[in-house]
């Protein structure tokens, strides 16, 4: 089976991440120091990627009907903000 690779694969090819299988993506577990990981996670910031998982981008004027049917309460999510729920989250980009 052919992995497929996530577009930061190529972070993770110039930051030696230590890769595992996804659903067949290619993702990175770690980047070699766990516990400096689990720190920036806690205090600061990390970067994550959700390649692996399925995605359903909407945009116009109407967008936030279809989404609301999908993740209710996701049409007043703010922009940039993440609502999250059992088993999929909906992050908002833009007002439209």
């Known amino acids: 089976m052919l992995n497929k690779n996530s577009p930061l694969s190529g972070i993770y090819r110039s930051h030696s991440a230590q890769l595992t299988d996804v659903s067949g993506w290619q993702m ?48 007043k999510t703010k922009v940039l903000k993440t609502l999250i729920i059992r088993d999929a989250a909906a992050l908002r980009l833009t007002e439209n």
Do not use: F, P, R
């Open 28 to 75: 990175a577990e770690n980047y070699g120091n766990t516990n400096l990981e689990q720190k920036h996670l806690e205090e600061q910031c990390v970067l994550t990627d959700w390649s692996h998982i399925g995605k359903i981008s909407l945009s116009g004027a109407k967008a936030y009907v279809d989404t609301e049917k999908m993740i209710k309460g996701s049409s």
